[in-house]
């Protein structure tokens, strides 16, 4: 594990619930409409942790870590 | 001109015939479609028409997309009909950013680089509808997009 992973958003889940923006502000950000922004960027350590928390608690299973 | 047809770019004025072409790198001549922009045509009134068109084309499958193509339709119809100021630009440009790559299809990502790059490609149309006039009249440069 090289800590490549970062957040992917599955657009056709998606329903902007909003909890990942709000479990990982740092690293997700809504846009006008709600429906998340995710970075292109690694996540480190740290926020690796609460992205699999976000990823956790999407109602809909859209949020995804990818290597 | 427009290098690409729906969904392809726009190339401002003489840069788009000594643009050279390439599959693998710069821009792609995309389904091969080439429109020399006629001058006496208001390019942003065709524009505003692809793009409503391929906004009332959308699966509805995906929130950006979903959202985001109807309002690049309003801002592009009211660019068009000289409603706009720069406000009015900035958003457009924007949604395009918002739209692009958020979906499962690349509609958003053509209908975004169409709008986007019309700005760019054409300063004197935008300078002439942000004024209030545009003296160019509306005629049909693509083929209506086709409603299944």
Known sequence: MTGGER????????R??????ELLPEAVRPDEWGYPIVGSAPLDGRHRRLARRAVAACPVRALHLRP | ??????????LRGRDGLETP???TAGPGPGPGIV?????????????AEVVAALADQRAGQCGPCDHGLPAL???TADLAACRADTATVRRIVRLAGLVTGRGACGLPDGVARF???ALTALPREVADHLAGHCPRPYRRLLPPVPVP
């Open chain 1, 7 to 14: 957040l992917v958003v599955d657009p056709t889940r998606c």
């Open chain 1, 16 to 21: 902007a619930a909003g909890l990942c923006a």
């Open chain 2, 1 to 10: 001109m427009l290098l690409g047809g729906y969904g392809g770019r726009w």
């Open chain 2, 21 to 23: 072409l390439s599959h």
């Open chain 2, 35 to 47: 429109l020399p922009v006629p001058q006496a045509a208001c390019v942003l009134r065709e524009v």
């Open chain 2, 73 to 75: 339709a309003t801002a």
């Open chain 2, 115 to 117: 709008a986007a790059t």
